[in-house]
């Protein structure tokens, strides 16, 4: 039986891979640097201490990051309007679900903490999560389990009976690496061969989750 729900963030929760997308193009071109739209889509929930694989062949990028990371807040606050802008279809629902069933939830991604709490607090409703877990805390990045684990350590659960929601390569593969359940829910990642063996579930939104949490219940 599914005990807690672990929610990564960027794109998943919030539209920010849509916003992230807008913002790096500008600082491309603002600075020259002529990197197709598959590298930024690659670097979408990419942890900022790992792109420097892709210095060498666009020289400047990694500065370009550094500059999209230091005013990301800014930014998102200025390319989504109103709160509840930003947030990802059925993401208000799913909550309330998680609430209603009194299934804790935790938060896990690769961005600062005082970030996700900004974030969190401009859906335009109440996100009661009982954790918050950042690589940003000294852990390393996904692919990597570390982060899935240390929030399932939190939430005061085992891996196994953690359902990870999750929208990037990265985040799958750290999701199965931990040893716990997952569904894709596809933002602006097309699945890769490689990522497609590690996908378990997909659900187009995440008002689609709803259903397959409570047939876990029935199956129980």
């Known amino acids: 039986m599914i005990k807690a729900v672990i929610f990564d963030m960027d794109g998943l929760m919030f539209n920010t891979e849509v916003m992230f997308k807008k913002q790096f193009r500008e600082a491309l071109d603002f600075n020259h640097i002529d990197a197709p739209d598959s590298v930024i889509e690659e670097m979408i ?6 792109i420097q694989i892709f210095e060498e062949e666009y020289p400047g990028i990694t500065e370009v990051m550094a500059y999209c990371q230091k005013h990301r807040v800014e930014y998102f606050f200025d390319f989504f309007k109103e709160p509840g802008s930003a947030n990802m279809p059925g993401l208000q629902e799913l909550i309330e679900y998680l609430d209603q069933k009194k299934i804790p939830y935790g938060i896990a991604s690769s961005s600062y903490p005082e970030d996700i709490r900004r974030f969190v607090e401009y859906a335009g409703f109440k996100i009661s999560y009982k954790t918050l877990t950042s690589s940003k805390e000294g852990m390393p990045s996904k692919p990597a389990p570390d982060i899935f684990l240390e929030a399932a350590r939190r939430l005061q659960e085992r891996p196994e009976d953690c359902l990870v929601l999750e929208d990037s390569k990265n985040g ?5 690496s931990a040893g716990m ?6 933002d602006q990642i ?29 199956m129980v």
């Open 45 to 50: 929930g990419c942890d900022s201490r790992r």
């Open 172 to 176: 799958i593969i750290a999701a199965s």
């Open 181 to 186: 359940r997952s569904i894709f829910v596809p």
């Open 190 to 218: 097309v699945p890769d061969e490689e990522m497609k063996k590690y996908i378990q579930t997909t659900c187009k939104s995440l008002k689609d989750v709803i259903p397959y949490l409570e047939n876990q219940v029935h």
